[in-house]
């Protein structure tokens, strides 16, 4: 079920093009990331396994390599990746992709596992959650634009 899941979030995330908006980019990403987390079925088997650990512990391992570390390190190569093509200042990429996928994850994910499927939010407010945790992570780790010298005027 979580290597199915992490499929899906691979398998419907475009490739990131020369002239693509980052910003969009990482959006429809963790949208989709999101969106597959928090699906009942999948959040249902989290709490089962988290609440069995200790019984069996080799089933939270292999969930745990199959969805998050999974997760975590194709992000980390794809912050890899952005930081080479020079669209990200990143000087750990591991680090920036944790940073990204708690600022994008911990409050619903949690509000989710504790509250119960009832507490995943609607569409528009993952988007907005989304859309806010993204503006965060650039604000951190965007590289700057280059600033323009302003145009002199001419004299007369």
């Known amino acids: 079920m979580t290597s199915d899941a992490g499929d899906l979030v691979v398998a419907e995330t475009p490739d990131l093009n020369d002239s693509a ?3 969009a980019y990482l ?4 949208d989709k990331q999101l969106t597959v987390v928090l699906t009942p079925r999948l959040m249902q088997l989290r709490r089962l396994v988290i609440g069995e650990v ?3 512990p080799d089933l939270a391992k292999v969930l745990y390599e199959r969805g998050p570390q ?3 390190t194709r992000l980390t190569a794809l912050f890899e ?3 080479a093509r020079g669209l990200l200042n ?3 990429p591991a680090v920036a992709a944790a940073h990204f996928n708690w600022v994008i994850m911990a409050d619903p994910l949690n509000r989710a596992m504790l509250l119960g499927d009832e507490a995943i939010p609607a569409p528009d407010a993952l988007r907005r959650h989304v859309a806010e945790g993204v503006r965060v992570f650039l604000a951190a780790y965007a590289t700057p634009l280059p600033h323009k010298r302003p145009v002199k005027a001419a004299r007369r």
């Open 27 to 30: 959006r429809t990403y963790a």
């Open 90 to 92: 990143v000087d750990d």
């Open 70 to 72: 999974r997760a975590m």
């Open 81 to 83: 990746h952005l930081a």
């Open 54 to 56: 200790s019984r069996f």
């Open 21 to 23: 908006d980052l910003a």
